[in-house]
């Protein structure tokens, strides 16, 4: 199989001491898998490394796995840790130069010091964004008092990458059926009807310049665009956009390959969407770095599109 250089965006690694941030999302993980998943998350050399080779992987964007911070009940505490994660990253990355970069972890719960940890983590040490784990405690991003947050982000002219969480509050129709909770459904559905608050609340028309990321081929959203035009057309419901919904599916928002290896679903996310707007992603170390590599290798793309989805939409997006 003939290697194509890669950048990967969706990549966890696990801080000293969050591992209790984390038992809501891993309690139902096999006891063996999961030891082997918290193994690979701590490594930063050999597994890791080792890996990336096997897939031509040159780089990694690293973040800090699910929920992190976002879990955190306390705010104070939230800034405290925000900041030890991402000082950790940093040294690890340092470590690293060539073969790492790094999202930030952000204490959203203040609006205010998550632009702050933002800015430093780019401006003092060299982060290319930031990575969340959906809603604080059930707030969600496009309230207003996170614009003051979105025009920091803007200026400094990084993606947000946002990132599965559980709901807030359990529908009712996942009531009694926990495999459907989480990252078979749950998640997707959750981040997904994030994003679209951010696109209907109008974050984008205020700060049109901001991009978020949205993993798993874009949460279902591409597949969706059509639809979006179609009914808003018809339940407005007193809304106002500067644009088509469609239209900011693709420009603000951008999608990574991560966790969905399917041939058929990257060819209608690029129809739909534009190859500029899809960037390949493994999800390590909860997915197959192998799976994904082969995936993109043999995809039914031609070689330019190939390269622009491998690594060169990645490196624009994040200057790489």
């Known amino acids: 199989m003939t290697r194509v250089k890669k950048i990967a965006l969706e990549e966890h690694f696990m801080t000293p001491g969050f591992q ?3 038992k809501g999302f891993t309690q139902y993980i096999d006891p063996a898998v999961f030891a082997d998943l918290g193994r690979r998350l701590a490594d930063f050399d050999e597994l890791r490394l080792a890996e990336m080779d096997r897939a031509g992987i040159d780089i990694t964007v690293l973040s800090q796995t699910g929920p ?3 879990g955190e009940a306390d705010p104070g505490l939230a800034i405290t840790r925000a900041k030890q994660s991402n000082d950790f990253l940093a040294g690890q990355i340092a470590r690293h130069p060539t073969r790492f970069a790094g999202f930030a972890s952000l204490p959203m719960h203040d609006p205010e010091q998550a632009g702050r940890e933002l800015e430093r983590a780019v401006r003092e040490l060299g982060f290319k964004g930031s990575l969340v784990n959906g809603h604080t405690h059930g707030r969600y991003y496009d309230d207003p008092a996170y614009d003051a947050f979105w025009e920091r982000m803007q200026a400094l002219d990084v993606p947000l990458y946002l990132h599965p969480t559980d709901a807030y509050v359990k529908p009712q129709v996942l009531a009694g059926h926990p495999e459907l909770d989480g990252a078979a459904w749950g998640w997707g559905v959750e981040t997904a009807s994030h994003a679209l608050r951010l696109l209907f609340g109008g974050v984008f028309d205020r700060f049109p310049r901001l991009k978020i990321i949205l993993g798993h081929m874009g949460e279902g959203l591409p597949f969706q665009r059509w639809r979006f035009d179609s009914r808003f057309a018809v339940y407005s419901h007193g809304v106002r956009l500067a644009r088509a919904p469609s239209e900011y599916i693709g420009t603000n928002i951008v999608i990574t390959t991560s966790g969905v290896c399917s041939h058929g679903a990257l060819s209608g996310a690029i129809a739909e969407m534009g190859p ?3 960037m390949f992603s493994v999800d390590y170390p909860y997915e197959s770095t192998e799976v ?10 031609d070689e330019a599109t190939r390269a622009q989805v491998c690594h060169g939409n990645a490196q624009r997006l994040l200057k790489l």
């Open 68 to 70: 992190g911070v976002q």
């Open 292 to 301: 994904a590599a082969q995936f993109i290798e043999e995809a039914p793309l």
């Open 20 to 22: 209790a941030y984390s």
């Open 276 to 278: 500029q707007a899809v």
